[in-house]
T-cell receptor, first 114, second 115 residues
Framework: AQSVAQPEDQVNVAEGNPLTVKCTYS??????LFWYVQYPNRGLQFLLK??????LVKGSYGFEAEFNKSQTSFHLKKPSALVSDSALYFC????????????FGKGTSLLVTP | ETGVTQTPRHLVMGMTNKKSLKCEQH?????MYWYKQSAKKPLELMFV???????ENNSVPSRFSPECPNSSHLFLHLHTLQPEDSALYLC??????????????FGEGSRLTVL
């Protein structure tokens, strides 16, 4: 079975500081990992994904994520946070056994203060 | 604009009502999904359709009835719901030939309140 854990319900960061939103996963096969963002009263928007290759993946809005196989982690990062980055962030995973189903974590609320 | 449109955006219904949620995608995708989003809980996959055929049903109660008449349209028919069914219902689509690697494209969601 596939699962994702986002250990922090909320992350608070000052504008201009680096941010990290944590994600760990559990799969039986090779993981296919995704990050999504959700702004209030909106659907989920795709940020980036790791399929294979370089462990550092770059995505939309200046976000990047680092795949670490030994730690089974896929943390989302940004060098300099913006107030407009405040939103709900979801990590998700598939593997060969999950087929179409994309399994999501419970989400982490990011608050960037001026 | 994500290419996935959901209507209505908000719906209030009584427990004895019958209503439907509609989803339409303009991306040429062949797989469509219904997810349920409740506060403080992970997104719950409800149904998956691939080329109009249902491929997954995650033990969803029969008061939720999906319909996929073609690859561009997906419905969720609702009847005799319970207050705990109040949630944001999200529709998504993806490209079938990228089952494992393709990202999902989500609509804005339909906020359902059951009184």
């Amino acid at each position: 079975a596939q699962s994702v854990a986002q250990p922090e319900d909320q992350v608070n960061v000052a504008e201009g500081n680096p941010l990290t939103v944590k994600c760990t996963y559990s799969v039986s096969g090779n993981p296919y990992l995704f990050w999504y963002v959700q702004y209030p009263n909106r659907g989920l928007q795709f940020l980036l994904k790791y399929i294979t290759g370089d462990n550092l993946v770059k995505g939309s809005y200046g976000f990047e994520a680092e795949f670490n196989k030994s730690q089974t982690s896929f943390h989302l990062k940004k060098p300099s946070a913006l107030v407009s980055d405040s939103a709900l962030y979801f990590c998700a995973v598939r593997d060969e056994d999950s087929g179409y189903a994309l399994n999501f974590g419970k989400g982490t609320s990011l608050l960037v203060t001026p | 604009e994500t290419g996935v449109t959901q209507t209505p955006r908000h719906l209030v219904m009584g427990m004895t009502n019958k209503k439907s949620l509609k989803c339409e995608q303009h991306l040429g995708h062949n797989a469509m999904y219904w997810y349920k989003q409740s506060a403080k809980k992970p997104l719950e996959l409800m149904f998956v359709y691939n080329f109009k055929e249902q491929t997954e049903n995650n033990s969803v109660p029969s008061r939720f009835s999906p319909e996929c008449p073609n690859s561009s349209h997906l419905f969720l028919h609702l009847h005799t719901l319970q207050p705990e069914d109040s949630a944001l219902y999200l529709c998504a689509s993806s490209q079938e030939r990228q089952i494992l690697t393709g990202e999902l494209f989500f609509g804005e969601g339909s906020r359902l309140t059951v009184l």
